[in-house]
């Protein structure tokens, strides 16, 4: 079984400037997905970045990046420049990849980390 | 194109009733999973549905239950409501290949059991 870990329950930080959130996930899988999904406050949640573990590169979407280190099974994310909309809970997910590479429907979340931007 | 739609997005049962919600996904997507969602447990996986089988399912009671149409349009049941399930309910949708794992929410259908 996959566990999903987020330490941080809360974090927050000032317009403009970045911010880091960690995740780590156990699993004996070599091949499977990493995600970090948004959920902005009574509004649905949608997916900010993606990794395949198969990849070696860091996923980068725009003012979102990972650090995904396969070997420690860590997979943070970094906002850059944080806007107000940013505010949200952020969670780490994790889904196997199966076999012929199709998944079937089933992300392990993290906790979930509330990230709040002052301006 | 339309989104994950998801009815009702709000309703109030009492302890020993019955609950059926509707999920419509992503137009093309044939892929439908459920997740309950809580203070306390966070984010858990119920069951996934792709050509009306069901492929996946989570660790949950069988007083959960679901169901998957032809046209992919999905349902999920709870019998016997217990207080603790009271919770926001998730459906997402996926694309038939699934290569990328990406999966598309709605917007949740809020259960409260009295």
């Known amino acids: 079984a996959q566990t999903v870990t987020q330490s941080q329950p809360e974090m927050s930080v000032q317009e403009a400037e970045t911010v880091t959130l960690s995740c780590t996930y156990d699993?004996?899988?070599?091949?499977?997905?990493l995600f970090w999904y948004k959920q902005p406050p009574s509004r649905q949640m949608i997916l900010v970045i993606r990794?395949?573990?198969?990849?070696?590169q860091n996923a980068t979407e725009n003012r979102f990046s990972v650090n995904f280190q396969k070997a420690a099974k860590s997979f943070s994310l970094k906002i850059s420049d944080s806007q107000l909309g940013d505010t949200a809970m952020y969670f780490c997910?994790?889904?196997?990849?199966?076999?012929?590479?199709?998944?079937?429907?089933?992300?392990?979340f993290g906790q979930g980390t509330i990230l709040t931007v002052h301006p | 194109k339309a989104g994950v739609t998801q009815t009702p997005r709000y309703l109030i049962k009492t302890r020993g009733q019955q609950v059926t919600l509707s999920c419509s996904p992503i137009?093309?997507?044939?892929?439908v999973s459920w997740y309950q969602q809580t203070p306390g447990q966070g984010l858990q996986f119920l069951f996934e549905?792709?050509?009306?089988?069901?492929?996946n399912k989570g660790n949950f009671p069988g007083r959960f239950s679901g169901r998957q149409f032809s046209n992919s349009r999905s349902e999920m049941n709870v019998s016997t409501l217990e207080l603790g399930d009271s919770a926001l309910y998730l459906c997402?949708?996926?694309?038939?290949?699934?290569?990328?794992?990406?999966?598309?929410f709605g917007e949740g259908s809020r259960l409260t059991v009295l």
């Open positions: 997910a994790f889904m196997k990849q199966a076999a012929g590479g199709t998944s079937y429907g089933k992300l392990t």
């Open positions: 549905y792709f050509s009306e089988t069901q492929r």
């Open positions: 137009s093309g997507h044939r892929s």
């Open positions: 997402a949708s996926s694309s038939t290949s699934g290569t990328t794992g990406e999966l598309f």
């Open positions: 990794q395949e573990a198969y990849k070696q």
């Open positions: 699993t004996s899988e070599n091949n499977y997905y």
